[in-house]
């Protein structure tokens, strides 16, 4: 596929610059005449005059993905054709990665390929889930349909995502303040108030003498400390994303009691929702678990899904490897039993859902309402120490004029 550089006026006589990636010209020109543009030059580019751009767009958030899903299906109900509707979706869009993929597949589907197919081939911009709704739904002749869940599928994920961060930005950003409140105290303030106590020959307690000793070790040593945080930051992250790291943090996400109940109701409702959606567009189970698993943060759940999926292919019911995997709420697993009995499975499981997506509500609010008085003692703890570290020479000194 070649990049071709253009000139072209809209309607209103405005002159128009930009590239297209097509195999051919007469691509490029059908689809700039189908944009209600008149083309004045049209010229391939080559690595000397293809123009220079930086793409600065982050992968699709579930929110961008569910307007695309919601906006694909309200506008392909009304007549109008996939390859429009692409062309459409991607110049409305603000995320540089997705409008790039989606004229992508715009043009992969003009060449004859299946929708599904076509989303297939940027797999690092539309999920696997999204991708195979997408072909359940053209092999039922139900696109639409299958669109739309997945609408609400990203719609549910953006919700309980957005919770959690909400949950997680009071702490963040009061850790912030409390350390920069401390390094201000002890870079600026301290050595005021010691050079004071120096000229006076007072003896420092012992509190002082410590917070004194920190206040020079971060004066002579910050060119180390700096340096020595941002390589400890880097190597937390990079081993977080080895199999060890993913393991290891995993397991104390499913320790810690504050944050263990949100990390069990999120999967829970992650795991109920999407495998309801995949259910109702026809997907096989076996294939749909599988799916599934891939979806999961933590990986002791993806792995306890993986392990549930082999059972699965030998026969055995899907609650039997939830409930012995002792991972999920016994509500989980009680519920998929009923639901295998009675042969309403995605019922089920929607109700599941919806169910630990309240619960998952709850428990930010309960978290954030545990963390505030808990961040207020710790920032207190550290601002008495700092200001206890300060008065003990001045209450020393008193005491010592008050004897004489």
């Known amino acids: 596929m070649a990049t071709w550089g253009y000139v072209a006026v809209d309607k209103s006589g405005k002159e128009i610059k930009g590239s297209r990636d097509a195999d051919n010209r007469e691509q490029v020109t059908r689809d700039l005449k189908n944009q209600g543009l008149i083309v004045l030059e049209l010229n391939e580019q080559s690595m000397l005059t293809k123009d220079i751009s930086i793409d600065f767009g982050g992968k699709p958030t ?9 906006q694909f299906a309200s506008i392909t109900r009304a007549g109008v054709t996939i390859i429009q509707t692409l062309n459409m979706l991607a110049e409305q869009t603000e995320n540089v990665k997705l409008q790039k993929a989606l004229y992508a597949v715009r ?19 539309f999920p696997e ?24 599928q990203f719609e549910k994920s953006a919700k309980t995502q957005a919770l959690v961060k909400k949950a997680m930005i009071y702490p963040i950003v ?17 050595p005021r108030y010691m050079d004071m106590f120096e000229e006076l020959g007072t003896e420092l307690p012992g ?39 993913k393991h290891l943090f995993g397991k104390l996400a499913l320790k810690i009691p504050a944050i263990k109940n949100l990390v069990v109701k999120s999967a829970s409702s992650q795991m109920a929702r999407t495998l309801s959606t995949l259910l109702t567009a026809g997907v096989p189970l076996v294939e749909a678990v599988d799916i599934v698993a891939d979806t999961m943060g933590n990986i002791w759940f993806k792995e306890a899904l993986k392990a549930a999926v082999e059972q699965i292919m030998i026969g055995v019911p899907m609650s039997q490897p939830l409930q012995s995997c002792g991972l999920f709420p016994p509500m989980v697993y009680h519920m998929v039993r009923i639901g295998e009995e009675a042969g309403s499975t995605e019922d089920m499981l ?19 309402a545990a963390m505030e008085p808990m961040i207020i003692i710790v920032l207190a703890c550290i601002v008495g120490v700092l200001i206890g570290a300060v008065m003990a020479p001045m209450v020393t000194m008193y005491a010592a004029l008050d004897n004489l």
């Not at 579930?62 to 919601?70: G, I, N, S, T």
């Open 62 to 70: 579930p929110r961008d993905l569910a307007v695309f899903c919601r």
């Open 350 to 368: 929607n109700k599941l859902a919806d169910y630990y997506e309240e619960e998952v509500e709850m428990a930010v609010q309960s978290l954030m």
């Open 174 to 190: 009061v850790a912030c303040v409390a350390v920069a409140v401390v390094i201000v105290m002890l870079v600026f303030v301290i």
């Open 107 to 125: 043009a992969d589907v003009e060449k004859g390929e299946s929708f599904a197919d076509s989303l297939a081939q940027h797999d690092n911009v």
């Open 207 to 245: 509190i002082t003498k410590a917070v004194v000793a920190m206040s020079n070790f971060i004066q002579n040593y910050w060119y180390i400390i700096v340096p020595v945080i941002i390589a400890a930051v880097f190597a937390i992250r990079t081993f977080a994303k080895t199999n060890s790291g």
């Open 129 to 152: 889930l999204l991708i195979q709704m997408a072909r359940a739904g053209e092999a039922s002749g139900s696109l639409e349909t299958a669109m739309e869940r997945m609408a609400v």
